[in-house]
């Protein structure tokens, strides 16, 4: 194998891993079940609500706001542009769609192509960035910018990608000085696979916490797409970590259930001869699973199908799927020693968040205790005749947790030779449930207290299992505040729909090396739907 790290040494992040000598076995029984889940996406025609100014302000993300515009969006066609001249359209939300327009040659006969560049941005600060001065280390075809060269107007022009943006910028490279370009009729159609029409309108009376839970819904719903996608600008596909977040807002609100077996059974379908699951799939042109794999995202093979198996009771699917889940747990088990600590390997590292700069191995035992205790329900289920065996391996990995793993002075759990402490061990620990109820809340107070503000961690993945894990500690108001300091704060910043990638310290945080290339609705920002619908409805 062949992995491409920014940081291989300790912390096992990875960038690129190529596995060319990987057996997959594709259980084609399993992947026809899939097919026949996959949803008629619902599509609604959106025009521009306005046409946008795009400003500095260093208050929003990246650097840039919108503003609305002195020109009127109606008066469309009569802002014609020749040379070097551009006009942003916006569409008063974001969408995840396609987009056709209207474009006619207005003065003398058309005596040159015309040469448009469109841009379709998130949020405003990929309408000023030049595609050019990206230097990160992911594709920089995921920019959203195309170049047409149309030698006949009138026409239409029609898109043929989909994109995933609110501000669409027309710049007209050059017409000729004989006649300029004018734009009529633009029209974005959304796609989803869920509604918002389907949903009642949550009554939330705190206003910040409504507003937190809508722009999360909205994330949910345009990461829905054929298989709920990451994000729809990147990387368009299905990742197992960002599948099981997703999957429990989707219970808590759209509850398409069909989406999520669809996804399920994707995974259950694609695992290697020794059954890895892959940390994501491809569904186009074929069903494909990447050759990636963390060691986290698929141990979440189990927890995801205990998660649809508690909320829908479906026999069926627990039957098909659980020999993958349980083949996927042999596998990593044998990564437990004889101690009961669990043995990372960077082959297959955990992922836990983005940022390199903590220790992940506390946090990687605590992931896999988390997950055999899910699993052991569904062995239970099953009556698999190993019940027993399973429950004797977590308790041992709970025993070196406890023993090994947890400072009962500093209340803290700590990595183990360096002493290491860390906000991400703490977490994952109490939401693995490792220690009693009130030694998880001693341990989330002591991390309160000295830990907080946080510092270091890059995504709203971290930031969920923080807010979870300060709810299943009991301390609610704390789990609040966090919610309202992180999401509110991208929502202060500018959110239509939640990011990513965040740092409240370093705003100019990308893992990508340009925050061009982060995505703007990503999945796993969308989990505050699920947080206040569990935690606090009612
Ligand atoms: C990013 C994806 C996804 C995440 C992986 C680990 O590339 O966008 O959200 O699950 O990283």
Known sequence: MDCFSINGGKN???????????????????????????????????????????????????????????????????????????????????????????????????????YLRLKFAEVPAEIVAEAADYDGWLSRSWIQEEFVHLDVLPTTLEMPRRYSCRYIELSVIDTSPKWKASFSNPIFMAESSVSMEQLPKPVIEDKELEAIYTISVKTLQDCMQTVFEDGPKRDRRLWIGDLRLQALANYATFDDLALTKRCMYLFGGMTTEEGKIPANVFTEPNLTPDDTFLFDYSLFFATILFDYVQHTQDETVLQDLYPAAKKGMDLALRQVDEAGRLVLTEDWPVFIDWSNDFDKATAGQAVIIYAMKRFIQLAEKMQDSQVKHYQALCQQLEEFARTTLYDAEKKQFVIEGSGEVNVASQVWMVLAEVMDAKTNQEIMETTIKEQFPITGFGTPYMYHHVVEALFVAGLPEAAVQLMKDYWGKMISMGADTFWEAFKPEDLDFSPYGSPIISSYCHAWSCTPAYLIKKYLAG
């Open 12 to 114: 096992m992040a990875f960038t690129f891993q190529i596995n060319n000598d990987v057996v997959w076995n594709h259980d084609e029984k399993l992947l026809a079940k899939a097919e026949r889940n996959t949803p008629k996406l619902i599509q609604t025609t959106i025009q521009p609500a306005a046409i946008a100014e795009i400003i500095a302000d260093e208050k929003s993300v990246n650097g840039f706001k919108s503003v609305v515009s002195e020109k009127n969006i109606a008066q469309l066609p009569d802002y014609t542009l020749g040379r070097d001249e551009k006009i942003a359209l916006d569409l008063g939300d974001h969408y995840v769609g396609k987009f056709t327009i209207d474009i006619d040659s207005v003065g003398s006969p058309m005596d040159a192509p015309l």
